[in-house]
C-alpha cells in the first residue's frame, strides 16, 4: 500500500512532496509546513536538543497527538526542519568569471544559511532521507565546476571539501573544542591558567598572541581561500 492509499508516507516522500502542498493555509490549519517553521523557531532560539514534539504542539497550541497525523516521530519532523530550513540553493548560472567566483558565491550563501540556523551542521550528518532542497545545493555547487576538466569524482571530491570546511568552522563557533575564541582569543575561563603555565602551552599562547591582522572568522576566510587555490593550481595543471 502507498502512502497516498492510507499508510504513513515515509520520510522521503513526505520530504519529496512539500513543495507539492499548499505553502498557505488557513492561519489555524495545521500542516507539515506550520509544524516545520513552528519546530525551526524553537530550534533557532534554544537549540536542536530543545525541539521535542510537546514544545511543538505547544507553541501551535495543538495536542502533541496532533502532530502525529502529519509527521510520524521526531526524526521525520527533524528531517522535514532541514528540507525547509536550507532553503533553495543559489542560482550561480549568471555569475562571471569562472568556477571560482562560483563557488565562492554558493559557500557564502551556504555559510549564511547555517549562521541563521546554528543547529544544522548538527543535525545533516549520519544517514537520513534526503529532500530535493537540501540536494539541490549539492546540484549548485557540482553545476559551479561545469567547463573545468576535473573529472566527476573530482567534482564531487572538491565539493565535499568546501562543504566540509564550512561545516567545521560553523560547528567549532559554538563547540568550544579550542581553547581560543572564534577571534582566536584566549577563552576568558582559561586564558590566565594557560598564561600561568606558560611552560607547557607556550605555543598557544605565541599563536594568539599574534594575531596581527587576521580577520575574525574562525579560519573561514583562511581555510576557504586554500582550498580553492589548491583547486585552482589543479586545474591549471589539467589546462
Not at 490549519?29 to 523557531?41: E, F, K, M, P, S
Not at 537549540?47 to 497525523?69: E, F
Amino acid at each position: 500500500m502507498t502512502a497516498a492509499e492510507g499508510s504513513e508516507p515515509t520520510s522521503a516522500e513526505l520530504l519529496w512532496g512539500l513543495d507539492e502542498r499548499p505553502a498557505r493555509a488557513p492561519r489555524l490549519v495545521l500542516t507539515v509546513h506550520r509544524i516545520a517553521d513552528a519546530a525551526i523557531a524553537v530550534a533557532d532560539a534554544d537549540g536542536m536538543a530543545a525541539v521535542s514534539m510537546q514544545r511543538v504542539a505547544a507553541s501551535l497550541d495543538v495536542t502533541k497527538m496532533a502532530l502525529y497525523r502529519h509527521v510520524a516521530n521526531k526524526a521525520e519532523l527533524t528531517a522535514v526542519m532541514i528540507e525547509t530550513a536550507v532553503g533553495d540553493a543559489p542560482d550561480l548560472t549568471r555569475i562571471a568569471g569562472g568556477w571560482r567566483p562560483r563557488i565562492e558565491r554558493w559557500a557564502e550563501a551556504m555559510r549564511e544559511t547555517w549562521r541563521r540556523h546554528p543547529w544544522l551542521p548538527t543535525a545533516t550528518t549520519g544517514e537520513r532521507a534526503l529532500g530535493p532542497r537540501e540536494i539541490g545545493w549539492t546540484e549548485s555547487a557540482l553545476g559551479a565546476f561545469v567547463g573545468t576538466p576535473l573529472s566527476g569524482a573530482e567534482r564531487i571530491d572538491a565539493v565535499f571539501l568546501v562543504s566540509g570546511h564550512i561545516r567545521n568552522t560553523q560547528a567549532a563557533m559554538t563547540s568550544g573544542t579550542q581553547p581560543w575564541t572564534a577571534d582566536r582569543r584566549a577563552r576568558p575561563a582559561i586564558g590566565d591558567l594557560l598564561r600561568g603555565r606558560a611552560d607547557r602551552f607556550h605555543h598557544i599562547l605565541e599563536a594568539v598572541d599574534d594575531l596581527r591582522d587576521a580577520p575574525p572568522d574562525n579560519g573561514w576566510s583562511f581555510g576557504l581561500d586554500r582550498i580553492l587555490s589548491g583547486l585552482d593550481q589543479l586545474i591549471e595543471q589539467r589546462s
